[in-house]
């Protein structure tokens, strides 16, 4: 039968828990030196060990070689500990066992001495939801309790214990896992697996785990069931979480230095479509900007789990800001994010929120057209920029003439040469590239409204390029061929149209 991961490669002794020395190193002492305490209390957040390290201290205290730091997993009372059916261990959930009937329950068991262990052992979980009532009948037995008891008490929330609780207890702080050591993990699961993972992968998922081996772990067992050959790679990931790539977030952090709402409106849009969690989107957008700030005081990059390409890059945008910008912009992001759950429209309300931030710290003022002179930018548009925008200038044609958006949509952006962009047609399109030809003017003037810039469209049949000539003056009559008389007739049927006149006749 399967055994998830999370529970196949638990640690079984204290030397397999990670993350934890300070723990495991004072309980290791403590049994060795016969200073066992009858109450512990193990706080942290979730997947850090907790109940792990309750069951490995019960075994080491109920072993039949110890009490023992180093808990043989052979015998008996070991294999059923490890098991879950030792019946002097009792794991009890103190969520659904909350009320002082259950706790009265347990305080007349405590009484009787165990059927075949040294100690019995109340690992209680989750404790801090046991009523205050609950709380108090426990109280008398955790002050006095007999010899032969110990209570291990695991929480996530210290802070709703009561305190009389609190004092009889030894307390032990679990730490969130450091992103490396959840690594070295990962990589040590995933050789044992026969998987093949990428480093940048596992390091991305050990991130989104924040502290939590567990969680990385059951992360990873999706991966592998995710994949395909049983290899991971980052998309995989990023498809799987529902995470942003870097690049994205490069790219938006360009637009607001560069003041290109066009592009950002376009990034957006596209996230908001493939279905993106906007919430891990701000999270994300969160840490890029957090990584920003300390790549520009000089933060070593070995402190922030970045490579030296992307410190490279961070770098480089940390320059278009001061720090007290930074400071603002971080805080807005940590505020809108504990928001953007709550809110009904939530893309409307992110795409605004991303338009405040281009509009407050823009790095450049979009030129003002001028009669006389023509519009000029400070940043070079590439093709990818145009591809994201054209279905909008699409669009926008339409609105102006819904024929030549027709023809405009055979075609396809085939390249962006400084002020020119090329338009690429099929040879059995020469109809459409003709009338896009004529009308290039609406489609240049649209471009230059959406980049503040002025562009020339030209024309091309598959590989050749070629230059738009202008329409032809009025008296160059020519005779149409068959062909170009059905295409007529097939644009005037789909749009309802009529011929008014010819020119030249």
């Given at each position: 039968m399967y055994v998830i991961l999370a529970r196949k490669y638990r640690p079984q002794n204290f030397e397999e828990v990670i993350g934890q020395e300070h723990i495991t190193r004072t309980l290791a002492r403590a049994i060795t030196s016969g200073r066992i305490a009858s109450a512990y209390l193990f706080a942290g957040q979730r997947g850090v060990g907790k109940t792990s390290l309750a069951r490995i201290l019960a075994k080491a205290l109920n072993c039949e070689k110890?009490?023992?730091?180093?808990?043989?997993?052979?015998?008996?009372?070991?294999?059923?500990?490890?098991?879950?059916?030792?019946?002097?261990?009792?794991?009890?959930?103190?969520?659904?066992?909350?009320?002082?009937?259950?706790?009265r329950d347990l305080r007349e068991n405590v009484k009787f001495i165990p059927s075949k262990s040294r100690f019995k052992i109340y690992i209680i979980d989750e404790v801090h939801m046991l009523t205050t009532e609950a709380f108090n009948a426990l109280l008398k037995t955790l002050e006095e309790p007999p010899a032969h008891i110990k209570f291990i008490f695991a929480t996530t929330q210290p802070e709703r214990i009561i305190p009389t609780i609190l004092s009889r207890c030894q307390r032990?702080?679990?730490?969130?896992?450091?992103?490396?050591?959840?690594?070295?993990?990962?990589?040590?699961?995933?050789?044992?697996?026969?998987?093949?993972?990428?480093?940048?992968?596992?390091?991305?998922?050990?991130?989104?785990?924040?502290?939590?081996?567990?969680?990385?772990?059951?992360?990873?067992?999706?991966?592998?069931?995710?994949?395909?050959?049983?290899?991971?790679?980052?998309?995989?990931?990023n498809d799987l979480l529902g995470l942003t790539e870097e690049e994205v977030y490069f790219k938006i952090v360009e637009t607001i230095i560069n003041n290109n709402p066009v592009s950002l409106f376009a990034i957006t849009h596209k996230l908001i479509s493939q279905g993106k969690d906007l919430g891990c989107f701000f999270t994300g957008l969160l840490g890029y900007f957090r990584n920003i700030l300390l790549v520009k005081e000089n933060i070593p990059s070995s402190l922030l789990d970045i490579n030296a390409q992307s410190r490279e890059s961070l770098k480089e945008q940390s320059g278009n800001f001061s720090s007290e910008e930074l400071f603002q912009i971080i805080e807005r992001i940590f505020l809108f994010r504990g928001e953007v759950a709550k809110e009904e429209s939530a893309s409307i309300a992110s795409e605004v929120f991303l338009f405040s931030l281009l509009k407050d710290f823009s790095k450049k003022t979009p030129?003002?057209?001028?009669?006389?002179?023509?519009?000029?930018?400070?940043?070079?548009?590439?093709?990818?920029?145009?591809?994201?925008?054209?279905?909008?200038?699409?669009?926008?044609?339409?609105?102006?003439?819904k024929a030549l958006e027709a023809c405009l949509r055979e075609g396809r952006i085939k390249k962006v040469e400084d002020e020119s962009v090329t338009v690429e047609f099929g040879r059995k399109y020469g109809f459409h590239k003709e009338m896009v030809g004529k009308n290039r003017k609406i489609i240049e003037e649209i471009l230059g409204k959406k980049f503040s810039k002025k562009f020339t469209v030209k024309t091309a049949f598959g590989e050749q390029e070629e230059e738009i000539e202008p329409?032809?003056?009025?008296?160059?009559?020519?005779?149409?061929?068959?062909e170009e008389e059905k295409k007529i007739k097939n644009i005037l049927d789909l749009f309802g149209g009529k011929i008014a006149s010819r020119k030249g006749e």
């Open positions: 110890g009490p023992t730091p180093n808990p043989c997993n052979q015998c008996d009372s070991c294999k059923e500990i490890t098991a879950g059916n030792n019946i002097d261990v009792l794991e009890i959930d103190g969520a659904s066992n909350r009320g002082i009937d259950q706790i032990f702080d679990f730490k969130p896992i450091k992103t490396a050591e959840i690594l070295v993990r990962l990589k040590n699961i995933s050789e044992r697996e026969n998987v093949k993972a990428e480093e940048e992968a596992l390091k991305k998922v050990a991130l989104f785990s924040s502290g939590s081996l567990r969680d990385a772990i059951s992360t990873l067992d999706q991966l592998i069931s995710f994949s395909e050959e049983d290899k991971i790679d980052l998309a995989e990931v030129p003002v057209e001028e009669k006389t002179t023509k519009p000029t930018t400070s940043y070079v548009i590439s093709d990818e920029e145009i591809k994201e925008v054209w279905p909008l200038v699409l669009e926008e044609v339409k609105e102006n003439k329409s032809k003056p009025a008296g160059s009559k020519r005779e149409l061929t068959l």
